[in-house]
């Protein structure tokens, strides 16, 4: 069992940045892959990025290569989002996900693959 707690959301003008933290308790962290989804009003929770258990592995949604970066701290037992050039259409709620294994055990960019989620943090953009 591991625990997920998100921090880091609020609100930011269109070419801001946030960072995104991700803090877990519980199992060994290096144990689950990692991964960062969000859901906008109306819409499906959609994948963001994962980070393998070794952090060296990541993998982006196409939509935020270039801007977003996933890392992981297996030390510090935390996963960070941390987000550039911020587009009116990030706005959401981000979540923290982890399933436990290698990224490649599992269809990593759908949500019904992770097993243990945190509560969630609001980003809002504006233009």
């Known amino acids: 069992q591991v625990q997920l707690v998100e921090s880091g959301g609020g609100l930011v003008q269109t070419g801001g940045s946030l960072r995104l933290s991700c803090a877990t308790s519980?199992?060994?962290?290096?144990?689950?892959?990692m991964a960062w989804f969000r859901q906008a009003p109306g819409k499906e929770r959609e994948f963001v990025a994962a980070?393998?258990?070794?952090?060296?592995?990541?993998y982006y949604e196409d939509s935020v290569k270039g801007r977003f970066t996933i890392s992981r701290d297996n030390v510090e037992n935390t996963v960070y989002l941390q987000m550039n050039s911020l587009k009116v259409e990030d706005t959401a709620v981000y979540y923290c996900?982890?399933?436990?294994?290698?990224?490649?055990?599992?269809?990593?960019?759908?949500?019904?693959?992770?097993?243990?989620w945190g509560q969630g943090t609001q980003v809002a953009v504006s233009s």
């Open positions: 980070v393998s258990r070794s952090g060296n592995t990541k």
């Open positions: 519980g199992r060994p962290f290096s144990s689950y892959t």
């Open positions: 996900a982890a399933f436990e294994g290698p990224a490649g055990s599992r269809g990593y960019r759908a949500s019904s693959g992770y097993d243990y």
